[in-house]
């Protein structure tokens, strides 16, 4: 093969990879005309290209593809999905023809024209014929100058991958070898003659070493680009949405591992669309959002890179793996019924466990995931699977890095120096600073980051190092970021610097203790172990077992809303910061200090008639002359919280960090960036409640209709009435809508209790005696008034 | 036949490792401790740009190390890949080996026997021939347990 053929090649392949990505976002906006031109630019080049060689195939489709394209960009006509199909299936049979060359085969006979014909059909919108003119409205020179001439420059040749490897090792101890020369030299002293040359030598080392790894490293993203059109097409094909996040595409790996876990990566996405996520109308049903969705992160740790691939669908199901594994002898039904959702899940490792019986054109193709495992196995990898039913499945993939060259980051605990891969680190925060709030809640140590609160680990504890002289309170924090996402605090004594380690893998016995990816050499010589985070992490239960906490894009407002507590805030007569559930405050009152009667044993306070318990009082003489309240109603009984200065209502979205030593305190929170007792309801009520008689709850009828028992009920349950049933001729009060209170003559209530006629229009008539159905307040204070009315004059006509 | 042996004191016994096996006998330098693992794992040291696993062959035998004086020299031996240093009692001399390694009678004891290829004769009078690979791994678990 010539070498300009070669180039041809090696040119268009290159434009491959990259155009996939960009044609599946432009079918998601067709309106981005960056994403169009892009597209364009590359069946422009592939034709212009073709007419230097024969190869009349290649520019046929090329040039059909590129019409199509033009007209796009004239805005003769929408880009469609079916478009957008008939372009891919465009490159993808270039993409064939391309290795074809490649292989320096013949190019097959083939005929195309039901390509070109799908390309055509989806209409012009303005113009039938357009596509037909297409060659005069390709713009003169659509492709800007610059791009062509730097592709032209690429060169490439072959090289057995031994001879890099060679080189590659040879380097690394060179590096090694410099570090060792570099710190004999410092403890030589200055030597001017010397240190010249020697700060040549390690520049240019330092390049020649940057170039060796780019030699065989490539970035994850060659792989990563072409997932979103894999996953374009298998959702399409089976009728499912899903979309895709990719994080961590600039993960360096060494080619062949690329190529390695090319197909383990396609089989795992798969299977997600296929098996594990569910079709919209499901997900819709299960209150899930109508697309699923994959996100496939890669982290260097060390001398592994994980991948992690999630998916928010069902999750595997545990029976079904069972009864397979038993129906192909795998395990007996004994043996099963003693296995656990853990064991049972990882079956699907084993041997034999193939998905062969449901070949279909999507799961057909892939390898089983015993032979996935068993090659990552082989060259010292792994696979993982953790799932969680109706969450998602997560597996993550080990990939070794047999020697690599990583950015590090080397700290001290114990009078012991330790590395970390930089990759994990999201940031360092000093000992000295106050934002940390270290706090101790049981065994686990928590550091606030980022107004979150993170689980925070000791190095010396996780290694049983010597004690240090640093108190908990001042270690230097590192926060760490696994591939999972989750995020968790390392405390250690010191940082020392930051630079490039050259991770060589441990000894057996040393790396089966889990804790360590490898070992480096320091500039003085000293070995230094390189941590692993990620089993760290996951031997202290760190690790979300599935997706449920990995950052998703556009989803993180739901689930915080979701853990979202509304809270009353407050400053107490003590000073104290303080929050309740917004739930329970029924009401702020103001009220002169003579409504409370302070001569029994325990304070009370007379409000719209009743007797309520009081607390939070200061000690010693009332403050002033009216007091401020929070009324307090756990749905039976009443409570009067004096506060001395009420804040405001919030919605918190912080961590509740349960505190034990106050039995008053259910949590502490961040609010703002201040701490928040939460107080605990349950316990106020329990010691300073008092009780209702049960019977002493008023019954209150309500209308007969849906909307009264879902909305309405609930409504009056929390204003401290039962709800009187059909046969029941008790009650105390009566609520109708008024429309149905107009057709009774003489509305019938028992014992002559109050009616309340709601009505469904927001403004009244004039002088009207009802309220308005969504009128909670007028509702509520309708109900109490005629609850007090009874308590008081004991019912009224 | 006339196999060079390396000979070694390992807890007061002579023992000899095959000379093809050792690398170099080197100054062992500062140990880096590595936590968590097994006692026998001394921990680390560099030479030149390699890292050594610093091996305690008293404890990898199921012995204690304490009784013992350690030579301030190592046996650097490459097993599988990794390059371990062997911490000794003492590093003797190399010496030939003068005829197959053989078991005798009543065995060497059951710590012994289990990281000894067997008897060997040497010009120096007899040794135990050790298996590097079954040393490294250190005690079983079940020894550990017991």
Redesign the interface.
């Known amino acids: 093969m010539d070498e300009l053929l070669a180039e041809f090649v090696a040119e268009t392949r290159e434009m491959l990879e990259a155009s996939e990505g960009e044609i599946i976002a432009w079918e998601a906006d067709p309106s981005d005309r960056a994403r169009l031109d892009a597209i364009f630019r590359f069946v422009h080049t592939v034709k212009g290209n073709c007419g230097f060689f024969d190869f009349p195939r290649l520019a046929a489709l090329s040039h059909a593809a590129e019409d199509a394209l033009a007209d796009c960009r004239a805005g003769k006509r929408e880009a469609d999905a079916a478009l957008v199909t008939a372009v891919l299936a465009v490159i993808d049979t270039i993409s064939q023809m391309i290795d074809a060359i490649e292989a320096g085969e013949e190019l097959p006979e083939g005929d195309d024209t039901h390509l070109v014909a799908a390309l055509a059909l989806s209409a012009p919108t303005s113009h039938p014929d357009g596509h037909d003119k297409g060659e005069e409205s390709v713009p003169e020179d659509p492709i800007p100058p610059s791009r062509t001439a730097s592709i032209a420059t690429q060169r490439s040749i072959r090289l057995p991958v031994d001879l890099l490897d060679r080189v590659m090792s040879g380097v690394s101890?060179m590096v090694?070898?410099r570090?060792?020369l570099a710190h004999r030299l410092r403890e030589a002293g200055n030597q001017p003659t010397i240190d010249g040359p020697f700060e040549r030598l390690t520049s240019i080392l330092s390049d020649v070493r940057d170039a060796i790894t780019r030699m065989r490293m490539q970035r994850i993203e060659t792989l990563f680009n072409a997932l979103p059109r894999l996953v374009r097409d298998l959702s399409g094909e089976l009728g499912k949405q899903v979309t895709v996040d990719l994080a961590g595409g600039d993960v360096e790996l060494d080619r062949e591992m690329i190529e390695m876990i090319r197909d383990p990566i396609t089989h795992i996405i798969r299977n997600a669309i296929d098996h594990g996520i569910e079709s919209p109308a499901e997900r819709v049903e299960q209150g899930k959002r109508e697309s699923g969705h994959i996100t496939i992160a890669a982290r260097q740790s060390g001398n592994t890179i994980s991948i992690v691939i999630g998916d928010d669908g069902a999750g595997l199901n545990e029976d079904r793996i069972a009864k397979k594994a038993v129906s192909s002898g795998m395990i007996t039904a004994s043996q099963r019924a003693n296995m656990d959702r853990e064991a049972i899940l990882q079956l699907i490792f084993r041997p034999g466990f193939s998905t062969a019986e449901e070949v279909s054109t999507v799961s057909g193709r892939g390898v089983g995931l015993d032979v996935v495992r068993e090659n990552l196995e082989r060259v010292g990898g792994g696979i993982k699977v953790s799932s969680t039913p109706g969450i998602g499945t997560l597996f993550t993939l080990q990939v070794p890095l047999t020697l690599s060259i990583i950015a590090g980051l080397t700290i001290e605990s114990g009078d012991?120096r330790f590395a970390v891969p930089q990759s994990y680190i999201e940031e360092i925060i000093h000992a000295s600073s106050n934002a940390l709030d270290f706090t101790r809640v049981g065994e686990r140590s928590l550091v606030t980051f980022r107004g979150k609160r993170v689980p925070c680990l000791m190095l010396g504890d996780v290694?049983?190092?010597a004690e240090s002289e640093i108190s908990e309170r001042e270690r230097t924090m590192v926060m760490l970021r696994l591939a999972s996402g989750d995020l968790f605090a390392l405390g250690v004594d010191r940082i020392h610097s930051h630079g490039d380690l050259v991770v060589?893998?441990?000894?057996?016995?040393?790396a089966?203790?889990g804790?360590?990816a490898g070992?480096?050499?320091l500039d003085d010589?000293?070995?230094?172990?390189l941590l692993d985070v990620t089993e760290m992490a996951s031997r202290h239960d760190l690790i979300s077992p599935a997706q449920a906490q990995a950052p998703i894009a556009g989803e993180e407002s739901d689930t915080t809303n979701v853990n979202a507590v509304r809270v009353m805030l407050f400053t107490g007569h003590d000073g104290r910061r303080c929050a309740v559930r917004l739930e329970l405050v029924r009401r702020i009152e103001t009220a002169a200090a003579s409504v409370l009667d302070l001569s029994g044993a325990k304070p009370r306070a007379v409000i719209d008639g009743a007797i309520v318990p009081v607390v939070g009082l200061p000690e010693g003489p009332l403050p002033a002359e009216k007091l401020r309240f929070l009324r307090l109603f756990d749905g039976a009984s009443e409570l009067l919280l004096a506060v001395r200065e009420i804040d405001d209502a919030v919605e918190c979205y912080n961590t509740l960090q349960p505190a034990s030593d106050d039995p008053m305190v259910e949590a502490i929170t961040l609010v703002g960036d201040r701490p928040v007792a939460l107080l605990d309801a349950h316990a106020l009520f329990a010691k300073h409640g008092e009780a209702p008689e049960a019977t002493n709850l008023p019954w209150c009828r309500l209308p007969d209709s849906e909307w009264a028992r879902s909305f309405l009920a609930p409504l009056v349950r929390s204003a401290g009435y039962e709800i009187a049933n059909g046969t029941d001729r008790r009650e105390d009060v009566a609520i109708w809508f008024d429309h149905e209170f107009q057709k009774v003559d003489e509305p019938v209530t028992a014992g002559d209790a109050p009616i309340i006629r709601l009505r469904d229009i927001p403004d009244a008539p004039e002088g009207a005696d009802t309220i308005y159905r969504y009128d909670r307040e007028a509702l509520l204070a309708a109900l109490t008034e005629a609850r007090s009315g009874r308590a008081v004059a004991g019912g009224r006509t | 036949m006339n196999e060079l042996l390396v000979m070694a004191t390992i807890a007061g016994r002579r023992c000899a490792f095959r000379a093809d096996d050792v690398q170099s006998v080197i100054d062992l330098g500062s140990v880096t401790p590595v936590p968590h693992t097994p006692d026998f794992v001394a921990g680390m040291t560099a030479l030149r740009s390699q890292t050594l696993t610093v091996i305690d062959t008293r404890r990898a035998i199921g012995l204690g190390s304490s009784e013992w004086t350690s030579d301030h020299r190592a046996v650097v031996v490459l097993i599988a890949g990794f390059s371990y240093a062997l911490l000794v009692d003492e590093i003797e001399d190399v010496t030939t080996g003068l005829a197959q390694t053989g078991t005798i009678p009543g065995g060497f004891g059951a710590q012994w026997a289990r990281v000894a290829t067997g008897m060997i004769e040497t010009r120096t009078g007899p040794a135990l021939l050790i298996d590097l690979p079954i040393l490294i791994a250190g005690p079983d678990r079940s020894e550990v347990a017991a």
């Open positions: 101890d090694l070898a570090n060792d012991q290694l049983g190092l060589k893998p441990v000894a057996p016995i040393v089966k203790s804790l360590y070992s480096t050499l010589g000293k070995p230094v172990l």
